[in-house]
């Protein structure tokens, strides 16, 4: 007789009659892991819990929004108050302005100040999408340069060698792209200045822009070479094609200003002295809730409809409850959560990497700012290829034996683990006392 089902098996279940493969976003379904999916019914401070009334510590946050914590109390009131005033207007508030002019002020160093006007969308997909649209309509020029193993979202340019669950399910990329699309996009090597110097050789006159991961953090974490950012920028001013940067992730998680505000301020070394043309914000920005942003050079900005022949809109853009929590989080997110997040993401990737030591595991730790993860190599990744030849077996026995530990780590190797400031000794203890275990069984796998 099989096992009796639980809570989550019955839900899975149940969510793979409606839902296809019982999710609606791919890397949730435990594809690489194996296993039933939790399904979580609550999250509040670096907590979640499943439909068992398991409790689990949190290193997936809402896959970053949740700098915070899960479900701040100042960010709730906010949300509430927003939603009893109305859920969605249609029309401007001037919430959006506040918004637009705290990233403004917040993405700066010195004198610079690359965001000079900010539009306000509902998915960090979208905000890509209409960036490299931008870039086209821009430039008139038709051709992208993406970078492999980066992940900037599921529109069709953007899906090629992606990083992510396009990564996960090792798909070379997505069914349904037409090859006219693909061709248009073409796709480097990660942290390979010659490759992009040769791209720009032979199509100088074709390519309108680069979209780059800040920092890249979808196919594991793996930061950029020193310097590489600011060769980017250069590259591109050359050629007078755009520098688009991709901060959905890293963006207001990293730091106060992002990967670009580690590198302008120098906490990253040789990476000052740049600007990139056009950034996208998602995630932290909307507080968990569905917001993102592009922003970048006014002059380029103001090419979007309805001053700029570049069409871009949406029903829900700026939606008032996503904007109050936004708003709620950057004012919270002062430089002490900054320091708590780096603190936290030290003795999580320090004990971490002992207790893969202890038991013999070959591993780097990936490290950019507070976010991290490891990969199962001797030698430490600068590109997807690297990332993907290594020991990846190894992952699904040491994330089973954590969420068996009470720890939920990302279902799968190819992504970051996302501290909160609301990770508490109480929560570092229930990880490391589930490490030495994980460890035996990533060894053993
Ligand atoms: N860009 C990056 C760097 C991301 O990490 C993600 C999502 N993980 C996206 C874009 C897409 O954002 P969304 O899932 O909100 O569409």
């Known amino acids: 007789m099989s096992a009796p089902q639980s809570a989550n098996d019955q839900a899975f279940a149940r969510a793979k009659a409606s839902i296809p493969g019982g999710v609606n976003s791919p890397v949730r379904a435990y594809g690489s892991v194996g296993g039933t999916p939790r399904f979580l019914v609550k999250a509040l401070g670096s907590s979640v819990w499943d439909t068992e009334g398991r409790e689990y510590v949190d290193l997936v946050a809402s896959w970053g929004p949740a700098i915070l914590g899960h479900a701040h109390p100042a960010v709730v009131e906010a949300v509430q108050k927003a939603a009893a005033e109305g859920l969605s207007f249609g029309a401007s508030t001037p919430g959006e302005t506040e918004l637009a002019e705290i990233v403004r002020e917040r993405v700066s160093f010195g004198d610079q100040r690359p965001i000079g006007k900010l539009r306000l969308v509902s998915t960090g997909t979208e905000a890509t999408m209409t960036a490299i649209r931008l870039a086209r309509g821009y430039t008139g020029r038709d051709l992208l340069v993406k970078f492999a193993g980066h992940y900037h979202g599921h529109s069709d340019s953007l899906l090629a060698e992606a990083g992510s669950g396009v990564a996960t399910l090792a798909l070379p990329g997505s069914a349904g792209i037409t ?14 200045l010659d490759a992009v110097r040769r791209a720009f050789d032979e ?33 591109t001013k050359q050629n007078g094609a755009l520098l688009i940067v991709d901060e959905v ?8 200003a992002g990967w670009w505000g580690l590198e302008a301020s120098r906490v990253v070394p040789d990476g000052a002295g740049w600007e990139p043309d056009l950034i996208t914000f998602g995630k932290v920005i909307g507080g968990g809730m569905p917001l993102a942003a592009l922003g970048g050079r006014a002059e380029i900005m103001d090419f979007l409809a309805p001053l700029g022949p570049v069409y871009q809109a949406g029903t829900l853009s700026g939606n008032p409850v996503a904007v109050a929590a936004g708003i709620a989080t950057l004012r919270l997110a002062d430089p002490a959560v900054y ?9 999580i990737a320090r004990e971490t990497s002992s207790a893969l030591t202890a038991e ?4 780097t730790v990936q490290r950019a700012g507070n976010l991290f993860s490891f990969a199962f190599s001797e030698s430490a990744p600068r590109n997807y290829d690297d990332v993907r030849s290594q020991q990846t077996w190894r992952y699904p026995a040491f994330f089973h034996a954590m969420l068996d530990a009470g720890v939920n780590l990302p279902p799968s190797v190819f992504e970051a683990w996302f501290v909160t400031a609301a990770h508490d000794d109480r929560a570092i203890s229930r990880i490391v006392d589930a490490l030495p275990a994980a460890a035996r069984a990533a060894a053993t796998a």
């Open 360 to 363: 013999g595991v070959a591993h």
């Open 179 to 192: 090859a006219e699309t693909a061709a248009q996009t073409l796709v480097l090597p990660y942290n390979d």
């Open 339 to 347: 320091s708590r997040l780096d603190e936290v993401a030290d003795l």
């Open 249 to 256: 992730l890293t963006g207001f998680r990293v730091g106060r």
């Open 203 to 235: 199509h100088s006159e074709r390519i309108a822009g680069v979209i780059v991961e800040a920092a890249a953090a979808n196919m594991g974490v793996l930061a950029p070479d020193r310097g590489f950012n600011r060769a980017l920028a250069s590259i």
